[in-house]
T-cell receptor, first 115, second 117 residues
Framework: DQQVKQNSPSLSVQEGRISILNCDYT??????FLWYKKYPAEGPTFLIS?????DKNEDGRFTVFLNKSAKHLSLHIVPSQPGDSAVYFC??????????????FGTGTRLTIIP | SAVISQKPSRDICQRGTSLTIQCQVD?????MFWYRQQPGQSLTLIAT?????????ESGFVIDKFPISRPNLTFSTLTVSNMSPEDSSIYLC??????????????FGPGTRLTVL
């Protein structure tokens, strides 16, 4: 059962335009959401996060929107740059039964920025 | 952010053998995690490596197959035992940035790409 879903395996966007990456989740216990970016042969790097008490968080060119009622979040990148070409993972978190923070990842969306 | 290194970066192994992956962090961290990313799949948590206690494993993962050590606050190992081709994956370690029970981002190592023939 995939609790965090990224239904678009790939996305191509013209340089300078807005990139919108989407993520849906099914587990209502999730209350913290993160986006990671991954380049080939490297580990994921943290990009931006949002807690369930907010509906928007912005950091420079990156904005994450959370719609709790729809169990949906999105990452907006504007303007898109060639260096943004990477695989983007959505992740969700809650305190597990062991008291540990636990991340559940989506399958990723490969973003390609076209110069 | 923490600087995390993993050894080896990649390996090709024969069926039935075992491989130990090392994860080193440049600062003391409470919690370290081991993930697996199979081809075309998302990152899946294998276990949480706690210093001074047994690792806690996620559903579908067992200690006999993936024994973990956590001898101190900067180091952990994951062993993939009795490997089969289905174990071919990228294995990643990650660490929490701050205190346990607080929501915070995790930092990942570069990963170990394992191919089992």
């Amino acid at each position: 059962d995939q609790q965090v879903k990224q239904n678009s395996p790939s996305l191509s966007v013209q340089e300078g335009r807005i990139s919108i990456l989407n993520c849906d989740y099914t587990n209502s216990m999730f209350d913290y959401f993160l986006w990671y970016k991954k380049y080939p042969a490297e580990g994921p790097t943290f990009l931006i996060s949002i807690s369930s008490i907010k509906d928007k968080n912005e950091d420079g060119r990156f904005t994450v929107f959370l719609n709790k009622s729809a169990k949906h979040l999105s990452l907006h990148i504007v303007p898109s740059q060639p260096g943004d070409s990477a695989v983007y993972f959505c992740a969700a978190s809650f305190i597990s039964n062991f008291g540990n923070e636990k991340l559940t990842f989506g399958t990723g969306t490969r973003l390609t920025i076209i110069p | 952010s923490a600087v995390i290194s993993q050894k080896p970066s990649r390996d090709i192994c024969q069926r039935g053998t075992s491989l130990t992956i090392q994860c080193q962090v440049d600062s003391q961290v409470t919690m370290m995690f081991w993930y697996r990313q199979q081809p075309g799949q998302s990152l899946t948590l294998i276990a949480t490596a706690n210093q001074g206690s047994e690792a806690t494993y996620e559903s579908g993962f067992v200690i006999d197959k993936f024994p973990i050590s956590r001898p101190n606050l900067t180091f952990s190992t994951l062993t993939v035992s009795n490997m089969s081709p289905e174990d071919s994956s990228i294995y990643l370690c990650s660490v929490d940035r701050t205190e346990k029970f607080l929501y915070n981002e995790q930092f990942f190592g570069p990963g170990t790409r394992l191919t089992v023939l």
